[in-house]
């Protein structure tokens, strides 16, 4: 096999998916799906009887936090962590993997799926929502690095973009971080792909919520202290410092017909085989 067989190798088997881009594993770390539309004020009179439906038909979803209000009800699934809302303007699912856990699997999407067409169909009927003005579906790649610098310039290797030297020669400078978004505009669906380095986070579990803390932020003593607890303690997570990030949205303005699970399946066909490709060459 040649170096070049090794630049990109994408994984797909019946229980998980993954990426492979020189040498590096992808985790992917959050999906969400959204859903606009228009003439949802029916929110106001059909808040409380929605969740009502949700939590009978669904009984694994609960409030979160407080008590629904007239911008927004919350709910989270004690099924897998899940985050739906629902307003007069939009709905969403948000699923989130925790901090220096696994990545999301093919399982994980495919109960996310099940659960946005469940919940969406029960606030398109007790809105009434005829009118729909975007369907989205992102996700979070990210590829764990040694350093800031190591992050952008592992971006910059893959070919996709360059950022000319006159930007900062012009400013008399250097440059100290960088990333690129663009949005592309396919044949039934536009893409918004951002390239970044990222600093991820250490977590600190108290007991009472996760608090996140930048890893730069942390001074040796610190660093050091949080490792020993990590060995002792399985409520304290840390993170591996950096991660370059590909983030795509794919997204249909104003779609004619919105089907949730078809639009996302094939939003990740679409934009993994794309990747491959453009990679390859």
């Known amino acids: 096999m040649t170096n070049?067989?090794?630049?990109?190798?994408f994984i797909i088997d019946f229980k998980w998916w993954i990426m492979i881009i020189k040498g590096?594993?992808?985790i992917l770390q959050r999906i969400v799906f959204e859903l606009k539309y228009r003439y949802g004020f029916t929110y106001l009179d059909a808040c409380g009887r929605t969740v009502n439906k949700i939590q009978k038909e669904y009984p694994e979803w609960i409030l979160r936090g407080n008590e629904p209000n007239p911008q927004?009800?919350?709910l989270i699934s004690m099924k897998n962590s899940c985050i739906f809302n629902f307003s007069a303007l939009k709905l969403d699912l948000s699923l989130e993997r925790p901090i220096g856990e696994r990545s999301l699997l093919q399982e994980d999407l495919d109960e996310f799926i099940d659960q946005f067409e469940s919940l969406s169909a029960i606030v398109i009927d007790q809105l009434g929502l005829e009118i729909f003005t975007r369907i989205g579906f992102r996700a979070w790649h990210i590829f764990p690095c040694e350093s800031e610098q190591d992050s952008e310039q592992w971006l910059l290797n893959l070919g996709l973009y360059s950022i000319s030297e006159k930007v900062h020669t012009g400013f008399g400078g250097q440059i100290e971080?960088?990333?690129?978004?663009?949005?592309?505009?396919?044949e039934d669906r536009k893409f918004r792909i951002a390239f970044n380095g990222v600093e991820r986070q250490a977590q600190i579990d108290f007991g009472q919520g996760l608090l996140n803390i930048p890893s730069r932020s942390l001074h040796k003593g610190q660093k050091e202290f949080l490792k020993k607890q990590l060995a002792i303690r399985g409520r304290m997570r840390q993170n591996p410092g950096f991660a370059a990030m590909i983030d795509i949205d794919c997204f249909i303005d104003d779609p004619e017909i919105v089907n949730p699970a078809q639009f996302v399946r094939t939003s990740i066909d679409q934009y993994t085989n794309t990747l491959e490709s453009i990679i390859k060459m």
């Open 4 to 9: 070049s067989d090794h630049a990109y190798r």
């Open 24 to 26: 590096k594993k992808s």
């Open 72 to 74: 927004n009800a919350p």
């Open 177 to 186: 971080s960088a990333g690129v978004s663009i949005i592309i505009l396919g």
